[in-house]
């Protein structure tokens, strides 16, 4: 036995010295007992799973291991895998990668140990393995990220300061929102250079953490967009209801079990608290430093979150035990907000949603009803386009909705609506100033109407008339 295991050990070392190839082998568990998963075994998995075994680019192996484990049979999407003893092939670096998997029963057990063997070329594989496994690397952790099942978690009851949650599968992503796009995008490019930003903030110091402000009336989207950003993101969404929370001591321990790569939402600021009649009272005692502990332990003593408390948990030194956070706050009325609260470093990104433009409710009705070109689309843009018609996106997607079978009355029904509330907008500038001119008070009348101002209302007068001609032929 001895002789045989000498001679092929001799074999391997020959073989090994004229092969014109390095072998690498990543097995899937190490240590003597192999009970250490090894996390670049699950890299290649994933990176074979997803970049070469699905990819319409190259031909697939001539065979693949399909599996759909039985806790994963809601999901309904089968794994596939690279079958033991086949090999597949990746380019990089103007150089061919082969990976093969190994499947080995061992002797006198059905324990099965398996792992990836990587082939590189010998004269290149020094200077290629480091650069290809950071490859593999990042792709892996790329696409872990984004299959990951993520979570929606909310605070329970007031009298405990714990999470619950629920997996996270709200429907709304960028491509679904109607927005600006120009607004669109520079949301867009600012979360994509806040999550890359790792490097970034460590070079300047800075807890890697954002806060955005969302303000805007009822169903002008501001959830949505909330969602969009966790769906593009790809973060668990944490959403804090302030007014069960009890103490500034609470508000920490829930925020200290928040995770990294998370979105702490906290909608309707100012109906949570009343923070500025708060503060107001307070602005004597705090200085330009507003998160002062013995303030918030004051508080706690009193039992209720306060401003100084909400702003430990936005960029006191707490808010920076996680990394890769973003802060969201929204609220339908901004002016009710304490300016201390909307400063950059608390909230970087002040984000103003309001009545549906004119692209947004093509790109509406063009999703719900599949209208891109219509003549009552062009008037209702038109309303829009001259000002005073103002509908949500909500209110637009509820007309579609309700229209849906009908594209033809969804535009027209839109249409009219539009033309609707600009009259009724005019009819109230009108009164204004119709108002105004009438208005006997000295104030008013010593400032008097030039022939300018009365040229105007005659002026708004005539486009009020004409708009409600205008709405009867709609
Ligand atoms: N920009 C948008 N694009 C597409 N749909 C939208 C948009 N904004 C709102 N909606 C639709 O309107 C509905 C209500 O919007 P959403 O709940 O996001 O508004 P909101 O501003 O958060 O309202 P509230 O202040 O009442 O919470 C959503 O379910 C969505 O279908």
């Not at 872990?144 to 993520?150: D, F, K, P, T």
């Not at 001259?386 to 849906?404: I, K, Y």
Request: negative net charge.
């Amino acid at each position: 036995t001895q002789l045989l295991s000498l001679l092929h050990s001799l074999w391997q070392s020959l073989q090994d010295s004229l092969t014109p190839y390095s072998y690498f082998d990543v097995p899937e568990f190490l240590g003597s007992a192999a009970v250490e998963p090894n996390a670049l075994y699950r890299h290649v998995h994933l990176y074979l799973h997803r970049s070469l075994l699905l990819s319409s680019s190259s031909p697939p192996p001539p065979r693949l291991t399909l599996s759909l484990p039985n806790s994963d049979a809601a999901a309904a999407k089968p794994s596939v895998s690279l079958s033991p003893n086949h090999s597949v092939s990746d380019a990089f670096d103007g150089h061919r990668a082969v990976w093969t998997h190994h499947a080995d029963t061992l002797q006198d057990s059905l324990e099965e140990r398996r792992s990836f063997s990587l082939r590189l070329p010998k004269r290149h594989a020094a200077a290629l393995l480091p650069a290809y496994l950071a490859h593999l690397a990042a792709a892996a952790g790329h696409l872990e990220r984004s299959s990951r099942a993520r979570r929606l978690h909310t605070n329970g009851a007031a009298s405990s300061a714990a999470w619950s949650s629920v997996p996270f599968c709200h429907p709304s992503t960028f491509d679904t929102l109607a927005l600006d796009p120009g607004l669109k995008s520079r949301i867009v490019d600012d979360l994509t250079a806040f999550a890359d930003g790792r490097e970034f903030y460590r070079r300047t110091g800075r807890p890697w953490k954002r806060g955005y402000l969302l303000h805007g009336p009822p169903g002008s989207g501001k959830s949505s967009l909330i969602a969009a950003m966790a769906n593009h993101l790809r973060y668990d969404v944490f959403d804090l209801e302030l007014t069960r929370v009890n103490t500034n001591a609470d508000l920490r321990a829930l925020l200290i079990q928040t995770t990294n790569r998370s979105l702490i939402v906290i909608e309707d600021i100012d109906c949570s608290l009343h923070l500025t009649g708060d503060r107001g009272t307070k602005r004597r005692r705090l200085d330009d430093d507003d998160s002062s502990d013995s303030d918030s332990d004051g508080e706690n003593q009193r039992g209720k979150v306060t401003l100084s408390g909400l702003l430990n948990f936005t960029d006191g030194l707490w808010s920076c035990c996680g990394e890769e956070r973003i802060i969201v706050f929204t609220t339908n009325h901004v002016d009710g907000i304490d300016p201390a609260l909307l400063r950059p470093g608390r909230m970087d990104v002040h984000v103003r949603l309001g009545a549906c433009g004119a692209h947004a409710m093509r790109e509406l009705v063009s999703r719900y009803v599949g209208v891109e070109d219509h003549e009552m689309l062009d008037a209702a843009e038109g309303c829009i386009r001259d000002g005073g018609a103002e509908m949500t996106p909500a209110e637009v997607g509820e007309l579609l909705l309700r229209n849906r079978d009908d594209p033809d009355a969804a535009v027209t029904e839109l249409a009219v609506e539009m033309k609707a509330r600009q009259s009724e907008a005019d009819g109230l500038r009108w009164e204004d100033s119709a108002a105004e001119l009438s208005d006997e008070s000295p104030r008013k009348k010593g400032r008097g109407l030039g022939w300018e101002g009365k040229v105007r209302i005659l002026g708004r007068l005539r486009s009020l008339t004409k708009s409600e001609s205008g709405r009867r032929g709609v």
